[in-house]
């Protein structure tokens, strides 16, 4: 990595503190438009789950009521609370947007903070669009400066460079001043934490990771404002959150092009509600079935070459959602059996003659070529063996959603019309869409969703 010494932490608080003075294109506005209807769109339908409504449940029991929405609640939570349950919900079905460079969930940590705050202070959309674009601009940064490093080390992006996202936006709608953002900043290195450990196990801890990291940028920023102090230079300094996070750091994607080439641009959204790194291949087993017809009883291998971070997703035994959501042979046997993919096929009980039979013949490997393209590209390539020797074989470079094989405006508006339509009625989720896609953001027609 170029590590080359810069004040990171006091650049991106300055960053923060002056963006009120850019000047924002029609397009910016736009991109952040798609960005809120992709977040409401996993937020509406991860609320539907049982770890959302426990984690819900909890904080009322525990806490008690507030005055802040909470999608899919009844009552009201504290401005940190609903943030918690609110990024919660929107990473529960692995549906959420994402960044391929910094291998993090950006909406998930950042706009339910920012929602929150906004309804606190009473903001004005444009207050709260810019906020979107600062809170993305500073984690995406962080996240891209030390992923895979990070990753290697079993952390996971997404809450640990969440945070600062979540921190930065907030200190943006507060107002704070420039010291004051980098003590913030310093706070939330503290509270920064979430590990990869889950994979495999089950467990459903990684959906409350972009909550937590909402929850704590509020209080980071609200202690800093408080009067109490983080370190300065908290993320290049000694001991600081390179150094423990990484160990090493990309000090040019750090800060080139800070506030002119926006990252919030390249952020991908997701067709399918499965980790990212499942996606290219799921895209070529369409591909190679729209143009051949295979008989599933003749396949005798499917070998699948991917970078080194996706090979990590190779295990079979499935007995959550999770674990189907993150398991790549899984994957690519659905894909194989269905022509979609929605929720209900990653239901770990979905365990089919079908399935279980195609599971054996699934070999994962790293493939040189396609991972020295990564992080930059998210590439795949796989190849179908049948019994009378027959091969049929594909490559693709990014997944569909990407932003070099993006998803069009209608497919986005397909993608929330599709899942909450059963859950908000025809009438509402219109509503909804249109609130959202709606030159300035309507806020007060989002409330109470």
Do not use: W
């Amino acid at each position: 990595m170029n590590k080359i010494k810069i004040e990171a932490t006091q650049v991106l608080a300055e960053f923060v503190k002056t963006f009120s003075e850019y000047q924002l294109s029609q397009k910016d506005y736009e991109k952040v438009g798609h960005i809120l209807l992709d977040y409401y769109c996993a937020a509406i339908t991860g609320a539907q789950t049982e770890t959302s409504k426990l984690v819900y449940k909890y904080l009322l029991e525990v806490e008690g009521e507030g005055n802040i929405n909470v999608i899919g609640g009844k009552q009201g939570l504290s401005v940190a609370n609903a943030a918690f349950v609110n990024g919660t919900s929107a990473h529960c079905l692995d549906f959420d947007d994402g960044h391929t460079h910094g291998s993090i969930h950006p909406a998930a940590p950042i706009i339910p903070a920012i929602l929150a705050v906004a309804e606190e202070i009473d903001a004005t959309s444009e207050d709260v669009l810019r906020a979107i674009i600062v809170g993305y601009e500073v984690c995406l940064r962080i996240a891209s400066a030390i992923h895979p490093n990070s990753r290697k080390r079993g952390f996971h992006n997404t809450p640990i460079a969440g945070i600062f996202g979540a921190t930065a936006a907030v200190s943006y709608l507060y107002k704070m001043d420039e010291a004051g953002i980098e003590s913030a900043l310093g706070v939330a290195a503290s509270f920064a934490g979430g590990l990869f450990a889950f994979l495999g196990t089950g467990s459903e801890v990684k959906r409350i990771h972009p909550g937590q990291a909402a929850r704590d940028g509020i209080h980071a920023a609200k202690l800093s404002m408080a009067g109490l102090t983080g370190p300065q230079q908290v993320l290049e300094g000694e001991n600081g959150f390179f150094q423990a996070f990484s160990g090493d750091y990309n000090s040019e994607r750090l800060v080139q092009g800070l506030g002119e080439q926006l990252e919030i641009y390249k952020v991908y959204f997701k067709p399918y509600p499965c980790c990212r790194h499942l996606h290219v291949v799921i895209d070529i087993i369409y591909e190679i079935k729209k143009n051949n017809k295979i008989e599933l009883d003749q396949i005798e291998a499917i070998h699948i070459g991917v970078n080194h971070i996706a090979a990590m997703h190779n295990y079979t035994v499935c007995n959550t959602l999770l674990d189907t959501q993150m398991s790549m042979p899984y994957a690519v046997a659905l894909a194989l059996v269905y022509d979609g993919l929605n929720i209900e096929l990653f239901n770990p009980l979905n365990k089919t003659p079908l399935i279980q039979g195609l599971l054996p013949k699934i070999n994962i490997y790293i493939d040189e070529e396609i991972d020295k393209m990564y992080p930059a590209y998210r590439a795949g390539k796989v190849q179908i063996v049948t019994s009378n020797q027959e091969v049929y074989e594909h490559f693709s470079e990014n997944p569909l959603g990407e932003p070099r094989n993006p998803l069009s405006e209608e497919q986005m508006k397909h993608k929330f019309l599709s899942n909450c339509t059963p859950i908000l009625g025809e009438k509402r989720a219109h509503e909804v869409l249109m609130g959202i896609l709606q030159q300035p953001i309507r806020l007060e027609d989002l409330s109470k969703l």
